[in-house]
């Protein structure tokens, strides 16, 4: 099994990179996660919907030229199916049963993602019904995805 993150823009903050790199390090006895980070789009100073459409099909673009026919897309969108951290651990597991071993999360940008990239997704996946910075989106996701695999090896989740 490994996971793939596909985001928009790039952290600046150090203390979401530290946190991140933390996780990631924590998951390497398990599974490899790769973080790669896409373009985002310079936002016009007034957004009417053509800009928005035009931003997020470029940044949509840049997404797609990421991702390969063998990647299962997990969606982050405020719109997605929520689990609790176990039944996400079991979501897991159970993909991973079905043969799926490449799962790929995907984090838009300021402006979300395309509604087209969204119904090409395998899943929509909501952490909660609160708007997040796309930035921390990636050390919450990767935290869960540290504690998915600890649930799925039966391992305690804290040291």
Known sequence: MK??????????EKY????????QKRLRPYTGLEITEVKDSVLPNKLYQAEIEKV??????????????????????????????ENFAQQIENLTLEGINQF??????TLGLSNSLKKEAN???????????????????TEQLYRAIKIIHNEPYHY
């Open 16 to 23: 979401l990179i530290r946190g991140i790199e933390e996780y």
């Open 123 to 141: 899943m929509l996946l909501s952490f909660s019904k609160f708007t997040f910075p796309h930035q921390l989106m990636r050390l919450i996701l």
């Open 56 to 85: 997020l099909i470029e940044e949509e673009n840049r997404i797609k030229s990421k991702l390969s026919s063998r990647d299962y897309i997990i969606a982050l969108d405020s719109e997605g199916s929520q689990f609790t951290s």
């Open 104 to 109: 790929t999360f995907i984090i838009g940008g």
């Open 3 to 12: 996971f793939r993150v596909v985001a928009v823009g790039k952290i600046k």
